[in-house]
């Protein structure tokens, strides 16, 4: 019944997606556009630049949040996501170095850079974090990512700086943009958001396990070295399609999850499929406040995050360092 509810929620901010922007939309003529298109002015935003929107932000908004629940689960950390632990930025980088030197524009070559720069990003965090005093500890985690984030953004940003041409292709872009993407560009990715999701939601059970502590875990037959890299195979499918598709969009994988938990539990089997509904609406709304907050112009959805997201980071962290 819960997921039923979600499901229902999600549709209804989709229908709002559609229909709501700088120019409303009755809904009456939404549903007209699907079942009996005419051409017109209304019926052309809806097929060929709202429902592009709205699609990709269902996709992009569960699978942030999928991958953060899946990373938080995996190093037992409060504050792991994409964006903290440098996933995103390593996707970034990596985007942003193939317009420079290869001047491609394309999504399709886009996508498999992004994987491998994400790939990268997390096994370096990995590696760096588990050279510190203790081990692979979640506050070691945290700031190796914090780190390399830094270290790849900085990167990033001197690319951008010495190359104007390269600034201007992706500029809006790496703000976290929803904008501009037609449904070519959306099927072109979304296999790589459909194996990401169908892997992390196969991994439920042993993730609920593996949260427990890799010992519990062992002890319980489990083979966590499997589990480990078929869960990072489904981070970076997730992350690097996100990316690839609407730039990079933080705040979702550290939020998400924690709303989540709190509302269904920590058993993964549940948590993953509510952390994927969640996700979305969550984008969903957060891309209509951006459309709807300074008409007639809007930003990219990217801004609107850090606006939520901050001060949830500021409060998860005050809250770990009291305990």
Known sequence: MGLAVGVLILLLCVVGNLALGVSDIPLAEVYRAFVAYDGSTEHLIIRTIRLPRSLIATFVGAALAVAGAIMQGLTRNPVASPGILGVTAGASLAVVITTFLLNAESLGFYVWFAFIGAAITAIGVYFLGSLGPGGLTPINLTIAGAALTEFLSSITSGILIVSQQTLDQVRFWLAGSLAGRDLDLFWQVLPYFILGLLLALGLGRQLTM???????????????????????????????????????????????????RALIGVDYRWLLPYAAIFGAIFLLLADLAARLLFQPQEIPVGLVMPLIGAPFFIHLVRSQVKR
């Not at 062992?218 to 869960?231: D, E, N, S, W």
């Not at 705040?251 to 999850?257: D, K």
């Open 210 to 260: 593996l949260s427990l502590g890799e010992d519990v875990a062992k002890g319980l037959g489990q083979r966590t070295i499997f589990v480990k890299i078929t869960a990072a195979v489904s981070v970076v499918l997730l992350a690097g399609a996100s990316v690839a598709i609407a730039g990079p969009i933080i705040f979702i994988g550290l939020i998400i999850p924690h709303i989540t």
